[in-house]
C-alpha cells in the first residue's frame, strides 16, 4: 500500500502561483508513476502531469505545459506541482496519485492510489 498526503491549494489571483506537495509513504520503492490530476465542478477529472518515479521523465497536459512544473524530492518521498501563471479554469480540486506498474501515464483508471485531494481556485 501507498499513502498519499496532499497539501498547498489555496486561492490566488489570475496571473498568481501555487505549489502542491504530495508526501508518500508506505511501499514507495513500488511506484512507477506519480501524477497529478484535477477534477472541476461538473466536469470530469483530468490528466494534469506525471512524473516516472525512477528515471524522473516528466510528462505534461497541453493545457498546463510551460506553466505547470512537476518535481520530485531526491528521498522519493514528495512529489510537487508548481502552478505558475494560474487562469480561472485552472480552478479545481487537485489529487496527487500513484501506480505500481507501467503503462499509461495520463489515464487515471490506471493509478491504485490517491491522495484526500487539495482545492485550487483562481480568482479573474
Known amino acids: 500500500q501507498v499513502q498519499l498526503v496532499e497539501s498547498g491549494g489555496g486561492l490566488v489571483q489570475a496571473g498568481g502561483s501555487l505549489r502542491l506537495s504530495c508526501v508518500a509513504s508506505g511501499r514507495t520503492f513500488s511506484v512507477y508513476f506519480m501524477g497529478w490530476f484535477r477534477q472541476a465542478p461538473g466536469k470530469e477529472r483530468e490528466f494534469v502531469a506525471a512524473?516516472?518515479?525512477?528515471?524522473?521523465?516528466?510528462y505534461y497536459a497541453d493545457s498546463v505545459k510551460g506553466r505547470f512544473t512537476i518535481s520530485r524530492d531526491s528521498t522519493k518521498t514528495t512529489v510537487y506541482l508548481q502552478l505558475n501563471i494560474l487562469k480561472p479554469e485552472d480552478t479545481a480540486e487537485y489529487y496527487c496519485a500513484a501506480k505500481d506498474y507501467s503503462g499509461s501515464y495520463y489515464d487515471d483508471g490506471q493509478y491504485n492510489y490517491w491522495g484526500q485531494g487539495t482545492q485550487v481556485t483562481v480568482s479573474s
Open positions: 512524473i516516472n518515479w525512477t528515471g524522473g521523465r516528466t
